[in-house]
């Protein structure tokens, strides 16, 4: 029989509910996204954020189990992000998803966050004609504004975490970086948009290699762009916001796609998933498509950007697992996936 996971997730500015089939079938996945709230700060408001989801995380939770025709009597388990995340923003949901299971006696299963952002490579839409389930070993690049990770996944729930970041993430220095050019945020797609205009080699912004690891470093091209921008203020130049843009976005992109997949040759994978915010970016898109030679898995955008649907697919190998957790547990707001 079909197994359904409820899945819950408020780890940053998203208050996400999905119902899932299976670990792969989406049933619902409404997404109330705090984007427009949030822009007026120039990057989330942790406050705003907790606030906003308390105001939204039961319309969504409805919202998802009726577009999936269902009450909490249809589904098996209820998954809920536990980590990493915003404390804040993670406790609304982890309570909200206590309080229901509490209240209809459905097993609780607490997600990792990134371990859902691998998940989303599961998911799909409609079951008349499934693709294939993702091989393994399979490596998994997270690019959002809270993480850049290399993940190498060697069968359903088994990670080790090759690196990461060590200071930004990809989609932080793409905040920041717009913000220094007086694009809007979210940073990521303003800079896409300005990066089209303008030439990727006018400027040669520098490259942080960190040789023999598999981690990430964002803040010397920053600073590397804070630099040029001050340079050109101060002799009363205008700022070539297109070049710049274009030559930092390539500068990332470089790292990214370089680095992912070195580590994917590195460890034989199978195949390479790009998932989390900055896998919007059609530059890095394209990029891996014409440089990889093996399969690449980029989810549509709406599973690469925060969603309840990959919570749930993750819940569903959890709950096959036998995994069922206490009430009484808490969030952990810096959760790596090497911990889980
Ligand atoms: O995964 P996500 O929606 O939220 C979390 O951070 O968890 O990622 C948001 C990040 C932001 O930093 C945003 O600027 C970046 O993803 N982003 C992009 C693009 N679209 C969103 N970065 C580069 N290019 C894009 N097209
Ligand atoms: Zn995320």
Redesign the pocket.
Request: net charge negative; charged share 20%.
């Given at each position: 029989m079909a197994t359904r996971i409820l899945g819950i997730e408020t780890?940053?500015?998203?208050t996400a509910a999905s119902v899932v089939e299976d670990g792969r079938l989406i049933l619902s996945n409404p997404v109330a996204s705090q984007i427009d709230l949030h822009a007026q700060y120039g990057g989330v408001f942790p406050e705003v954020a907790s606030r906003q989801h308390i105001l939204t995380i039961h319309p969504i939770i409805d919202n998802a189990l009726q577009t999936a025709h269902m009450t909490l009597n249809d589904v098996d388990a209820i998954a809920v992000t536990r980590g990493p995340g915003l404390p804040g923003s993670l406790v609304i949901g982890f309570n909200v998803a206590k309080g229901l299971a509490i209240g209809s006696g459905l097993p609780l299963i607490g997600i990792n966050h990134l371990e859902a952002h691998i998940y989303s490579a599961w998911l799909i839409e409609s079951d008349q004609t499934p693709p294939p389930e993702p091989k393994f070993p399979l490596l998994a690049l997270i690019a959002?504004?809270?993480?850049t990770e290399l993940v190498l996944m060697s069968d359903h729930l088994q990670y080790q975490r090759l690196g990461g970041t060590l200071d930004d993430?990809?989609?932080?220095a793409?905040?920041k970086v717009?913000r220094m050019l007086g694009l809007p945020y979210?940073?990521?797609?303003a800079?896409?948009n300005a990066a089209e205009n303008g030439d990727p080699a006018a400027f040669s912004f520098p490259r942080a290699w960190l040789e023999g690891t598999w981690d990430f470093s964002f803040s010397g091209l920053k600073t590397a762009v804070l630099r040029e921008v001050r340079k050109l203020e101060e002799g009363n130049l205008p700022i070539p916001v297109d070049d710049i843009a274009a030559s930092f976005?390539s500068a990332v992109v470089d790292i990214l796609v370089k680095k992912t997949l070195a580590a994917a040759r590195e460890y034989s994978a199978e195949e390479v998933l790009i998932t989390?915010?900055?896998s919007?970016?059609?530059i890095?898109r394209q990029t891996f498509e014409d440089s990889a030679s093996l399969p690449i898995h980029i989810p549509p955008i709406f599973l690469?950007?925060?969603n309840a649907a990959m919570s749930a697919a993750a819940g569903h190998f959890r709950f096959q697992q036998g995994q069922r957790d206490p009430l009484d547990f808490d969030v952990l707001p810096n959760w790596p996936i090497s911990e889980i």
């Open positions: 780890s940053c500015d998203e959002s504004g809270g993480h993430a990809a989609g932080e793409f905040d717009a979210p940073g990521g797609p800079i896409q976005q989390g915010g900055v919007s970016n059609e890095l690469c950007t925060d």
